[in-house]
């Protein structure tokens, strides 16, 4: 079950829920954040969904845009007026069940005024917010993670878990380690790019193939054709089959497989 419900009207701030929770599922896990439209499967229902969910989690963050307040229902009513509207309704849900509530606001939205707000909710404007502006997103997201880690600590050690899961598969495939398949010690370097910082002469890209970086002069690494048309600062490519030729950059070294071309650049 999640621990962080994401919390948001439809016609407020959809977009900026979706961000939040793509962000904090980034972070500690997707099973671990609950937004609506992305956790409730084809077919089941969705109310028991909702109360099941908010129930069972830690936080719930309350994503709040500028329309938020003032929505309106079907027969023209303040949405948080009515007593079946689902967000106040999980809101209401997260205060009862003992859940913390941080409230998001999102651009231009000002903080909650308890007279605004109905009975019901007027605990949410004491809550401490927290602020997305998409012109400071990267560290307002951020920062929302990095209070709700430091709130809860279950989420702190997802995220080592995550990291530490990251780490080793990085280190099964030869990237950022000097053993192994793919490391210095032999096989293919895995890695979609390979960025080698060498300025002139000749070296070696994981003992798969040779790079030649601001080469003056004729080459051949390989047994087929050479092209010595080289310029300085040039790009050297070498085939599957061994041919070698020339462009413009630095250096390229591409596989053939079944599974198409992978390349290996320098720059």
Request: glycine letters at 12%.
């Amino acid at each position: 079950m999640p621990d962080i419900f994401v919390n948001y009207r439809t016609i407020d701030e959809d977009t900026g829920a979706a961000l939040i929770e793509r962000e904090l599922s980034r972070r500690f896990g997707s099973e671990r954040v609950f937004r609506a439209s992305k956790s409730i499967k084809a077919g089941r229902r969705f109310p028991q969904e909702l109360l099941t969910a908010v129930r069972r989690s830690s936080v719930l963050v309350a994503v709040i845009g500028d329309r938020w307040a003032d929505a309106r229902s079907a027969d023209g009513l303040r949405a948080l007026d009515d007593p079946e509207d689902w967000t106040r309704r999980e809101i209401v849900e997260a205060f009862e069940s003992g859940a913390l509530v941080v409230p998001v606001l999102i651009g231009r939205a000002t903080r909650l005024n308890r007279r605004d707000l109905p009975p019901e909710l007027a605990e949410l404007a004491d809550c401490q917010y927290l602020r997305l502006d998409t012109r400071n997103a990267e560290a307002d997201l951020a920062r929302i993670g990095d209070d709700l880690a430091e709130a809860l600590p279950q989420l702190a050690e997802a995220e080592r878990q995550i990291s530490r899961t990251d780490g080793e598969a990085g280190a099964g495939t030869g990237i950022g380690t000097g053993n192994g398949p793919g490391g210095s010690d032999g096989g293919v370097v895995r890695a979609r790019e390979y960025h080698h910082l060498q300025d002139g002469g000749v070296s070696n890209v994981s003992n798969s193939g040779t790079f030649i970086n601001t080469a003056n002069g004729p080459l051949h690494t390989g047994s087929g054709d050479q092209n010595n048309e080289i310029r300085h600062g040039s790009r050297v490519t070498f085939n599957g089959d061994g041919g070698n030729y020339i462009e413009r950059g630095t250096a390229q070294q591409r596989f053939g497989g079944r599974d198409g071309d992978r390349e290996d650049r320098g720059r």
